[in-house]
């Protein structure tokens, strides 16, 4: 048990909001897992595309939101 579901739970929580903060943990922990590997399969094509046809133009993009970016969106769709 987590800490933080012990310490709910001492403070007279019930089950059904213990069961609450676990699934909305849980579906915030696989959004950012999913994003993050959204992003990660992204570069990895982006990497056998460029060996594989050299002479087409393609790279990542030089923007500091290339990686918060898509991972933020993810999260605040998760929520909706």
Do not use: N
Not at 14 to 33: C, G, N, P, V, Y
Not at 48 to 67: G, H, I, K, N, T
Request: proline share 6%.
């Amino acid at each position: 048990m987590l800490i933080k579901d012990a310490l709910a739970q001492s403070l007279a929580a019930t089950k059904r909001q213990l069961l609450w903060l676990f699934l909305s943990e849980a579906a915030l922990l696989l959004s950012l897992a999913g994003a993050v590997l959204g992003v990660m399969l992204g570069y990895l094509t982006l990497g056998v595309l460029q060996a594989v046809y050299p002479d087409f133009p393609m790279e990542l993009p030089r923007c500091r939101w290339s990686w918060p970016g898509p991972i933020s969106l993810r999260l605040l769709w998760s929520h909706c």
